[in-house]
């Protein structure tokens, strides 16, 4: 009779054990946020691909969006289960709209300095006449995206400060425009192109200047088709410290599978770093984080949000 029980129990536990394995995903959404060249951002996270696909035994499927919006939504419809760099900004939308939505896997850390932050910058031409900010005025200038925290949150927030009004009104008409590029790349291509005069972008503000600082928008634009970058360029104004922007993975993964993620994520940063590196356009590697790392941001995003439901 004990023996008919133990094998009944023992049926019932791999049966269960079955359904769990049948049961987890065979496909892993990878959500990239927009706003930089495409093909270089799919190419940058293969690896990636490769590495998850062997770890977790699924197709991880790349999802590159045109802008940050679709990253957010991805997160929140169940569309998208894992982001390696988030927009703090970003996810401070995500967490606004359901705080269970998504977990944080850690926050990337400069692997020479431990620096755990980057900051916005405004950017002219190298050889225009603007030294600060007040120079730009009744000149046109790029904001990224609205969901990005150095390439809009940071800035509108200084601007409103230094200038008064809101971008509605170009900041009390410092401004003769103020446009949303679509992203960091585009920033620095229309000042480049001279479709702005000024632009914000992203960049750690440490490391060598000339290969455009340790990680940020320079670097992966001097990587791709632009090497002589930061002798075309100058900043004029940079913002304080911005926390890197947290790796986010789905709670609408089983939560098996979700922690199997979480350790090949972690994995891929230890045992291919060379991957994680290229997939973070920086050396960086994952630290331990919060979403009181982010509070700030949540903060700032949750002000913006009333004053433009107000």
Not at 71 to 84: E, P, S, T, Y
């Amino acid at each position: 009779m004990k023996k008919r029980n133990l094998a009944t129990l023992m049926g019932g536990i791999m049966m269960a054990f079955g359904a769990t394995a049948a049961d987890a995903p065979k496909t892993l959404n990878l959500g990239i946020l927009g706003g930089q060249n495409a093909t270089q951002q799919i190419g940058d996270n293969q690896c990636v691909k490769t590495f998850l696909d062997k770890e977790l035994g699924v197709d991880t499927k790349l999802r590159n969006s045109s802008d940050y919006s679709g990253v957010i939504q991805g997160l929140l419809g169940g569309k998208v289960d894992v982001v390696l760099s988030m927009s703090p900004a970003s996810y401070a939308s995500v967490y606004l709209k359901d705080p269970q939505a998504v977990d944080i896997v850690g926050i990337p850390v400069d692997d020479k300095d431990q620096s755990k932050g980057y900051h916005s910058v405004v950017i002219v031409k190298a050889d225009s006449p603007y030294k600060k900010l007040e120079d730009l005025k009744g000149q046109s200038f790029g904001m990224a995206d609205p969901d990005s925290t150095s390439g809009y949150l940071m800035p509108n927030q200084a601007f409103i400060k230094q200038f008064g009004g809101n971008i509605d009104n170009k900041y009390n008409n410092t401004f003769s425009s103020v446009t949303f590029s679509g992203g960091h790349e585009q920033d620095i291509l229309g000042v480049l192109n001279n479709q702005f005069a000024g632009a914000v972008t992203w960049t750690s503000m440490v490391g060598d200047y000339n290969q455009g600082y340790s990680v940020g928008a320079f670097n992966r634009l001097i990587r791709m088709d632009h090497p002589n970058l930061m002798k075309d360029i100058r900043i004029i104004w940079q913002s304080p410290l911005i926390p890197n922007g947290p790796l986010l993975v789905s709670n609408k993964l089983p939560a098996d599978f979700k922690q199997q993620v979480v350790a090949a994520i972690k994995k891929l940063d230890t045992d291919n770093h060379s991957c994680f590196i290229k997939a973070m356009g920086g050396a960086q590697h994952i630290a331990p984080a919060t979403v009181a790392d982010y509070q700030n941001v949540i903060d700032m995003k949750r002000d913006l949000m009333k004053g433009e439901r107000g």
